[in-house]
């Protein structure tokens, strides 16, 4: 079966809402959500316990060349990226 962006993009939504603690703001997380600089929790440290939670749910690993600015970019890019790389 194949996985819709859609669902991708949920998924990475709840992985992202879980490591950051910001279930009170998930609703108005969508694919144009801002991540770097604008989610005062997504630090580096952040950064770090989410693609380690992304390698966990979708079973790949994440390169370290690929954990850039622009990944982190937004909620669809970062989906955009796991859509790509899931087994």
Request: hydrophobic share 50%; net charge negative.
């Amino acid at each position: 079966m194949d996985v819709t962006h859609a669902e991708t993009l949920d998924e990475v939504r709840e992985v992202l809402v879980s490591v950051l603690g910001i279930e009170d703001r998930a609703a108005g997380l969508d694919a144009s959500t801002p991540l770097l600089e604008s989610l005062p929790e997504l630090d580096s440290m952040a950064v770090l316990e989410l693609v380690a939670a992304i390698e966990e749910r979708f079973g790949f690993t994440v390169d370290d060349g690929d954990v850039t600015a622009e990944l982190f970019q937004t909620l669809g890019s970062l989906a955009a990226f796991v859509a790509d790389r899931r087994p």
